[in-house]
């Protein structure tokens, strides 16, 4: 294993501390604990919002916390969500009368430790907590009937969740229509990525999966969890076309929608790689009829030093390309 660290065991702490010392216009923490990330500018009256989720991410989900976007995030350590107390933490400092909204990745610690975090501050505090769980990796699940439990993965697309509810958060709605504005959001957003190497968790000092040097993964997880199908590296057009048939089938994407588009890079990607991506991504919607609101390409959700990428399609309307498009402030987005 080879990577820029002391010691393994104070990875986490010592990448925050960096990112204290960086950002502390933007960034704090509470609660003397590094791991209860907030914003450094509280607004009097506005809804709060506040993520969380293992490290080996960055910038999600501590990434996202400044101005126009989330106001607290809990750190767990790497792949493990943070505890309910220090979502409790978090929830305390940054509620200011008008509530708090949970946004977070679908998956069982985060919804244990969270749904745990809400009913201690409001058994304690009489905070009022919403939550809306993200969940849009198409290659996790198969699409739930309306009414049925979401079990698909929350990814990349999580951004634009964190986005328009942030900057609804910023216009002062009230908290029942900051979770509206999340929630179609989250209804509207699809990913999918693929991986070609593993990444290795610090602590365990060995990456967590094999792949072979000439093999790629379609639909692998953030985690490593596995995908849809492995097989021989093809060039970047068809595994572009693949990625795009299932994203833009499963809403669906049909012509004269319009949408914004996140190319993620998973940790190891160059960025003129995610570029000859966004190419591709750009002929197949133009021939789909599909236009373009913007385009963001770079690294966005990772995973620790994964090469591979993600794309993402959210749905427009004019509400949401409204708060897409609001100003927002935070260490690694900046609109």
């Known amino acids: 294993m080879k990577k820029i660290i002391n010691k393994p065991e104070d990875y986490v702490n010592e990448m925050l501390e960096g990112l204290y010392a960086a950002h ?5 923490y509470t609660n003397d ?9 509280k607004k009097a009256g506005k809804v709060g919002i506040a993520t969380g989720g293992g ?27 943070p505890s309910a107390e220090q979502m409790a933490a978090v929830t305390r400092e940054i509620d200011d ?9 679908n998956y069982n610690g985060d919804i244990f430790n969270f749904d745990m975090a809400a009913e201690m501050v409001d058994f304690e505090d009489d905070i009022r907590v919403e939550s809306v769980v993200a969940g849009e990796d198409v290659a996790s699940a198969a699409p739930g009937a309306p009414g049925e439990k979401n079990t698909r993965r929350g990814v990349a ?3 634009f969740v964190y986005k328009c509810a942030g900057a609804a958060a910023a216009a002062m709605l009230d908290l029942d229509n900051v979770k509206r504005v999340a929630e179609k959001a989250a209804a509207n957003v699809r990913t999918m990525g693929v991986a070609l190497t593993p990444c290795t968790v610090p602590r365990v000092g060995e990456p967590g999966f094999s792949i072979g040097d000439d093999e790629m993964e379609i639909g692998m ?26 994203i833009v089938a499963d809403l669906p994407y049909a012509a004269g ?23 591709r991504v750009d ?27 993600s794309i993402s399609l959210l749905k427009l309307d004019d509400e949401l390309k409204t708060y897409l498009d609001a100003p927002a402030r935070t260490p690694f987005f900046v609109a």
């Open 24 to 28: 502390p216009d933007l960034i704090t």
């Open 33 to 41: 604990d590094l791991r209860c990330l907030v914003t450094a500018k």
């Open 55 to 81: 490290s080996g991410h960055l910038p999600l989900f501590l990434g996202y916390v400044g101005e126009g976007m989330l106001d607290g995030c809990s750190v767990g350590d790497v792949f493990q969500s």
């Open 97 to 105: 009368g008008a509530g708090v909204l949970y946004i977070y990745g």
């Open 157 to 159: 697309g999580i951004i």
């Open 221 to 246: 997880g953030i985690h490593g969890e596995a995908g849809i199908r492995r097989g021989k590296l093809e060039p970047a057009d068809q595994i572009v076309d693949e990625m795009l048939d299932k």
């Open 257 to 279: 929608d319009e949408v914004a588009v996140l190319i993620n890079g998973l940790g190891a990607t160059p960025l003129d790689e995610q570029y000859i991506v966004t190419r």
């Open 283 to 309: 002929q197949y919607l133009k021939e789909k009829g599909i236009r373009v609101h913007r385009y963001y390409v770079g690294e966005y959700a990772t995973a620790l030093e994964m090469a591979g990428f």
